[in-house]
């Protein structure tokens, strides 16, 4: 069965610094990609996608992710932690063999230190 | 521009009482979801609707019944709700859930709780 990992349910780093959130999946085809972010007590939020374009995806608030397909992974990253990146993200995949429904990971709290 | 509306935001039930979850979207999206969100479990999919006047379970689909009630609504009702339903519940919608590339669209969710 096709999963999502994300290595590590909390991440804390320090504000400025490399934000590096990872998301694994297992799929012998290939996926579309998804970030989301839930703020507290808000819903989930597109941050970006990947649908087999450029393999590097840039999305909001400064955030990016680069698909590699030999390791199956599309791990998030941000240069410089802000406060206001607190929150929940969450990695999700879609397959064209799970009637194109949404394959979620956890979700790994980003915890920023001051 | 609204996008996805649930209501209530918050419930309290107790055991064995039934409600329903209102949700509604103005994106004019053909698929629409129903999640829990459980501490450490991700989003897990109750039902969802492919389109106007179709439904089908997803991954935890008992204890539910929805109703696509036209285009924009898409409803959760709890027959007799159990504390194992102590939940955030969201909603969902997207432009069709043949299209795998596109986003699927939340409402800030419904906290609800069984005593």
């Known amino acids: 069965a096709q999963s999502v990992t994300q290595l590590g349910s909390h991440v804390s780093v320090s504000e400025g610094a490399l934000v590096l959130l990872r998301c694994n999946y297992s799929?012998?085809?290939?996926?579309?990609l998804f970030w989301y972010v839930q703020y507290p007590n808000q819903g989930l939020q597109l941050l970006l996608k990947?649908?087999?374009?450029a393999t590097l995806v840039k999305g909001i608030n400064g955030f990016e992710a680069e698909f590699k397909k030999s390791e199956t992974s599309f791990h998030l990253t941000k240069p410089s932690a802000h406060m206001s990146d607190a929150a929940e993200y969450f990695c999700?995949?879609?397959?064209?063999?799970?009637?194109?429904?949404?394959?979620w990971g956890a979700g790994t709290k980003l915890i920023i230190k001051p | 521009n609204a996008g996805v509306t649930q209501t209530p935001k918050f419930q309290v039930l107790k055991t064995g009482q039934s409600m329903t979850l209102q949700c509604a979207q103005d994106?004019?999206?053909?698929?629409m979801y129903w999640y829990r969100q459980d501490p450490g479990m991700g989003l897990r999919l109750i039902y969802y609707?492919?389109?106007?006047?179709?439904?089908d379970k997803g991954e935890v689909p008992n204890g539910y019944n929805v109703s696509r009630l036209n285009k924009r609504e898409f409803s959760l009702r709890l027959e007799s709700a159990a504390p194992s339903q102590t939940s955030v519940y969201f909603c969902?919608?997207?432009?069709?859930?043949?299209?795998?590339?596109?986003?699927?669209?939340f409402g800030d969710g419904t906290r609800l709780s069984i005593l």
């Open positions: 969902a919608s997207s432009e069709s859930v043949l299209y795998s590339n596109q986003p699927q669209h």
């Open positions: 994106m004019n999206h053909n698929s």
């Open positions: 609707s492919a389109s106007e006047g179709t439904t």
């Open positions: 799929s012998s085809v290939p996926p579309y």
């Open positions: 990947y649908t087999s374009a």
């Open positions: 999700a995949v879609s397959l064209m063999d799970s009637n194109y429904q949404l394959i």
